[in-house]
T-cell receptor, first 109, second 113 residues
Framework: GQNIDQPTEMTATEGAIVQINCTYQ??????LFWYQQHAGEAPTFLSY??LDGLEEKGRFSSFLSRSKGYSYLLLKELQMKDSASYLC??????????WGAGTKLIIKP | KAGVTQTPRYLIKTRGQQVTLSCSPI?????VSWYQQTPGQGLQFLFE???????NKGNFPGRFSGRQFSNSRSEMNVSTLELGDSALYLC????????????FGPGTRLTVL
């Protein structure tokens, strides 16, 4: 079966750095996505990786290793507004998005 | 540019009833995907419509169906509701479905009593 694993919950301190990991086993691979979802709101797009390596976008970076079936989202200079759930999703060979259950990130002052 | 809109935002039904949810994509987007989101389970893919045709379908029973109109608006129908159908139903639109980004609507919160 297809599977996306990410930690259920993480806690970090304002101003610090946090890394959210995602491992996947899917039928084929056509890209990996990270979305942010605040409580009660719709998911919003953060990043897309299809090639190995690091993609940096401001305070957020996303890394992909296709051979290891592994990705991480790195958040720097954490702010209170970064408290949210972070969703990892992989697009499989049928171009379906397979989603992880999400990582709830709690930021403490 | 207006975002993805979904109606209604909240719905309460009883077991055995049926429900229809609506999604209006961003103007110019022809692909609409539907997802069910429940706590601890993440988003589960229901189906994708592109140019009025169902292009992809997830592993949900036949009680879940959908359609897309010529203006790209999409509806999702659930018949013979069960308690387990209580969830947040999200739709997402993109230009052609294989883009690098999907835009989500605010969702419809369905509660089945």
């Amino acid at each position: 079966g297809q599977n996306i694993d990410q930690p259920t919950e993480m806690t970090a301190t304002e101003g610090a750095i946090v890394q959210i990991n995602c491992t996947y086993q899917t039928s084929g691979f056509n890209g990996l996505f990270w979305y942010q979802q605040h409580a009660g709101e719709a998911p919003t797009f953060l990043s897309y990786n299809v090639l190995d390596g690091l993609e940096e976008k401001g305070r957020f970076s996303s890394f992909l290793s296709r051979s290891k079936g592994y990705s991480y989202l790195l958040l720097k200079e954490l702010q209170m507004k970064d408290s949210a759930s972070y969703l990892c999703a992989v697009r499989d060979s049928n171009y379906q998005l397979i989603w992880g259950a999400g990582t709830k990130l709690i930021i403490k002052p | 540019k207006a975002g993805v809109t979904q109606t209604p935002r909240y719905l309460i039904k009883t077991r055995g009833q049926q429900v229809t949810l609506s999604c209006s994509p961003i103007s110019g987007h022809r692909s609409v995907s539907w997802y069910q989101q429940t706590p601890g389970q993440g988003l589960q893919f229901l189906f994708e419509y592109f140019s009025e045709t169902q292009r992809n379908k997830g592993n949900f029973p036949g009680r879940f169906s959908g359609r897309q109109f010529s203006n790209s608006r999409s509806e999702m129908n659930v018949s013979t509701l069960e308690l387990g159908d209580s969830a947040l139903y999200l739709c997402a639109s993109s230009v052609e479905g294989r883009d690098n980004e999907q835009f989500f609507g605010p969702g419809t919160r369905l509660t089945v009593l």
